[in-house]
């Protein structure tokens, strides 16, 4: 994960309306398809929830889903370090993981 801001560069919605992401309703699920491919939408939601930013799609979730996530895990106190060490863990075990012509070869 990039520190500070420098990951904004490289948003998905950098050159978007930023009234599209400040949504209600129906609209918030257009706003959040923007953020699906985001090579960045982790590091959009750690600064949203480290920063407590209460309106707004960041990271692909809503306010709502933002505030459900804080109230589930209270003592955090680093969303970007705990999302950065769940991203290393799943790049370790991806790692190990067999490639896809073993998977194939077993599965056929």
Known sequence: MRGNKDWVEDAACRDADPDA???EGAEQNRAKALCAGCAVRTECLAYALDHRIEHGIWGGMTERERRALLRR???VTSWRRL???A???QDDRAEALP???SRRAAAG
């Open 21 to 23: 992401l400040f949504v």
């Open 73 to 75: 895990r209270p003592t």
């Open 83 to 85: 999302l950065e060490t």
């Open 87 to 89: 991203r290393t863990e």
């Open 99 to 101: 490639g896809d012509g």
